[in-house]
């Protein structure tokens, strides 16, 4: 049996929670020495904080990224998502072109799960409203375990070429929740729902897209003339019903 006193404190807060995933936030990085305390002072003030995830597993599990635990608490066993050796060379080569680990473990049971701190922006996103979430290199940090962690690749050649996103991204396909490590916080991300529309950006500002939308690359105008006129040259077009997550910057 153990007591966890974890509630609101005047330096740490819950800025969100869904479902069994709770974040936390510090409002003032106050572990530091003396030398330090001036940046660190004036880093909370623009918003740099340390923030941390924390799990309460009830019967059912997660999967987090590899070293991303902090510490655990109450019956939780760990497992590695790992089939075989075949299943092993498969998540070998996604890691390398999609800049997520290999393996990633999973946490099952009744307890607690506490992540390590990070200063990026941490996401809680509704898989299952996604219809498939292609994400970014890097965004994953967890996921409930019926959530699967899958490695897409460009359906042409003009968006694997020119679109600024890669050739691969990691795809999320199933129920349930995620976190995603975010450069930008929720607060200045944009969402756009297309409803058999046509979305067009120009440069690689979608961190995160439905599968049921087609990416492609295009001119901004129909002739290179125009293109060039315009100032504008390829941008990257989405078109379908789905979601898109943009950042600004």
């Given at each position: ?17 869904k479902g ?77 072109v999609t ?109 995160a897209w ?40």
């Amino acid at each position: 049996m153990y007591q966890l006193k974890l509630a609101d404190t005047p330096n740490r807060k819950v800025i969100d929670k869904k479902g069994n995933i709770t974040i936390f936030e510090y409002d003032h990085d106050m572990s530091v020495d003396p030398g330090n305390a001036m940046h660190y002072y004036f880093a909370s003030k623009m918003n740099v904080r340390k923030r941390q995830v924390l799990f309460e597993l009830n019967d059912n599990a997660v999967i987090i990224q590899a070293g991303a635990m902090q510490w655990m608490a109450g019956n939780v066993d760990v497992a590695t998502n790992v089939k075989g050796v075949g299943d092993f060379a498969k998540k070998l080569l996604s890691s390398k072109v999609t800049n997520e680990t290999a393996v990633k473990p999973c946490y099952k049971g009744n307890g607690l799960l506490m992540l390590e701190p990070t200063y990026k922006y941490l996401l809680i996103e509704d898989v299952g409203s996604w219809n498939g979430m292609v994400i970014d290199d890097g965004l994953f940090l967890a996921c409930d375990a019926n959530v699967d962690v899958k490695t897409v690749a460009r359906t042409n050649l003009s968006s694997a070429i020119a679109g600024g996103e890669g050739l691969f991204n990691s795809c999320l396909v199933g129920n349930g929740y995620a976190v995603l490590e975010s450069k930008v916080p929720r607060e200045e991300l944009i969402e756009i729902e297309l409803n058999n529309d046509v979305m067009k950006i120009d440069g690689s500002f979608a961190i995160a897209w439905s599968q049921s939308l087609e990416f492609t690359v295009e001119r901004t105008t129909k002739t290179l003339i125009g293109s060039a006129a315009s100032g504008e040259g390829l941008v990257n077009v989405y078109r379908g019903t789905g979601k898109i997550l943009m950042a600004p910057l």
